[in-house]
């Protein structure tokens, strides 16, 4: 699972901010499964995130290119928000094989955690051409 901490920079310029990573590798993932010309292994699939503040709320976008709403789980608690999901790779059933694959595929987990509390309850989520968009409330 990869943590992300969402923390202002200078008081006086509240448009700096800075997101804090771990270096923690998610949990679950793919194989190493070579193609038949290259010997590059895959690499697991991390959606791109982008995080907005605006005055309201916190505003998400993750890509998420082929994954269907049915495979994402998304839940916040306090002032966190947890985005846990599978981008599965397709089967051929002619039994053919990649000559090359720079495709990810697998199983991700990332949690963003928020400089306040959110509302949860009010929380929106939107999957639209590839783009994951979650709102989140700010709790007053």
């Known amino acids: 699972m990869i943590t992300t901490a969402i923390t202002r920079g200078k008081e006086s310029d509240p448009a700096e901010h800075r997101l804090y990573n771990n270096t923690e590798k998610p949990a679950i993932g793919t194989g190493q499964k070579k193609s038949h010309l290259s010997r590059r292994p895959r690499r697991e699939f991390m959606p791109a995130v982008e995080i907005e503040e605006r ?50 595929y697998g199983s991700f987990g990332r949690s963003f955690t928020f400089p306040r509390p959110v509302d949860c309850a009010g929380m929106t989520v939107e999957l639209d051409l590839g783009v994951l968009t979650i709102q989140v409330p700010k709790k007053y």
Do not use: F
């Open 55 to 104: 005055d309201d709320r916190y505003v998400i976008r993750a890509e998420v290119p082929g994954m269907s709403r049915e495979s994402l789980d998304i839940h916040a608690s306090g002032n966190l928000l947890t985005m846990i999901g599978t981008h599965e790779e397709p089967r051929s059933s002619d039994g053919g094989y990649y000559l090359t694959c720079e495709r990810s």
